[in-house]
Each structure stands twice: as C-alpha cells, then as structure tokens.
Nanobody, 121 residues
C-alpha cells in the first residue's frame, strides 16, 4: 500500500511564502514522477508543477518564476516552495506520484489527501 502525506499548507498574506512537502511511503519500487496539483472552489483540478525521474520539471504558466519544485529521491519526498503568493493561489493542493510498487509493475497514479493554502490579507 502506498501513502502520500502532505504538510505545510496554511494561511499566508499576499506576497508571502509557504513550503509544501509530500512524502511517499509503502512498497515503492520506483517513482516516475512527483508533482503538485491544486483545486480552487468551483474550478477543475490543475497542474501546478511536476518533476520526473529524469530531473525535468514543468510548471503552470501562472506560477513560473514564483514556485519551485524539488525532490529528495532518498526520502521519496517532493517539495513545493511557493513565493510571492497571490490571492488566486488559494486552493487545496494535492500531491501526486506516478510510481510502481513491488507488486504492480505498471506505473499508477497516487494522490495525497490535500492541504489547504489560503492567501488572504
């Protein structure tokens, strides 16, 4: 069984910073990609940032130059450093991992439970 546990959300003023963490645990064989998605009220879930096993990264245009995704392979953990936060960054942020396990060799999507980020003055 695989678990993704997120932490680091909270309330921050516009222009502030937060750092999200997501640790994957369980019978993991390999991780193809880890990333962050977000869903604001009344909107669809959208990709924020993703990093692959080849160390490539991809960002939503709305967060480029403000957010940075990084990964600690030894800890199966992905981070999202969010700077210069704006009101429109308010959302539930979900960790995602595409990985294989010791019993499932086909990569599968796993999701965390979500962490709330609220940008408010």
């Amino acid at each position: 069984q695989v678990r993704l546990v997120e932490s680091g959300g909270g309330l921050v003023q516009p222009g502030g910073s937060l750092r999200l963490s997501c640790a994957a645990s369980g019978s993991i064989r390999s991780i193809n990609a880890m990333g962050w998605y977000r869903q604001a009220p009344g909107k669809q879930r959208e990709l924020v940032a993703i990093t692959t096993s080849g160390d490539s990264t991809n960002y939503a245009d709305s967060v480029k130059s403000r957010f940075t995704i990084s990964r600690d392979n030894a800890k199966n953990t992905v981070y999202l450093q969010m700077n210069s936060l704006k009101f429109e960054d308010t959302a539930v942020y979900y960790c995602n991992a595409v990985l294989t396990t010791v019993s499932q060799f086909i990569p599968f999507n796993y999701w965390g439970q979500g962490t709330q980020v609220t940008v408010s003055s």
